[in-house]
């Protein structure tokens, strides 16, 4: 059973370092979406992609947050120079097709923590 | 911009107990989804309503899409231990983008 997946589970950084959270989506997905949750919070979208393309960013922080979709391989969030408020879950979920109507499937998550 | 609340914030009730959670947005839906979240879990899909007045039940839990289509609700009959959790709505925004409610969380204590 090919879902999400996403690695690593849990990562561990100090101030300043670089973050890289990976995410494969469910085989057949073109549509790949992060979300942010801080402990006992809701799921923030961050951005929304398609192969190669960036649909929608407007919830990713301008500064220090990237994220791709290459032709091939896994789709990258990257946190640079972290800080202690980044620490959360990222939970990245992918779909079928881009309409709003599809379901989206989670992964089980990237729980970054920075000391 | 589009905003999805959810009432309660949380909800602790004793096994046998309903529970109901309720969802409201900002604008009218095309549809509306519900997933649950596992504490420590991640989110899984376990609904979606398209019409209006829409109601589906899954078991002991019935979804209802408003007449509007600008709320829903989640009601679970006889609570037990299993259906600890936090509850989410989520409606369509722009760019086919999914809005996530605030979220209800569930404690069921046996």
Known sequence: ?115 | GQQVMQIPQYQHVQEGEDFTTYCNSSTTLSNIQWYKQRPGGHPVFLIQLVKSGEVKKQKRLTFQFGEAKKNSSLHITATQTTDVGTYFCAGPGNTDKLIFGTGTRLQVFP
């Open chain 1, 1 to 115: 059973n090919a879902g999400v997946m996403q690695n690593p589970r849990h990562l561990v950084r100090r101030r300043g370092q670089e973050a890289r959270l990976r995410c494969s989506p469910m085989k057949g997905h073109s549509h790949v979406y992060w979300y942010r949750q801080l402990p006992e919070e809701g799921l923030k979208f961050m951005v929304y992609l398609q192969k190669e393309n960036i649909i929608d960013e407007s919830g990713m922080p301008k500064e220090r947050f990237s994220a791709e979709f290459p032709k091939e391989g896994p789709s990258i969030l990257r946190i640079q120079q972290v800080v202690r408020g980044d620490s959360a879950a990222y939970f990245c979920a992918s779909s079928q097709s881009g309409l709003a109507k599809n379901i989206q499937y989670f992964g089980a998550g990237t729980r970054l923590s920075v000391l």
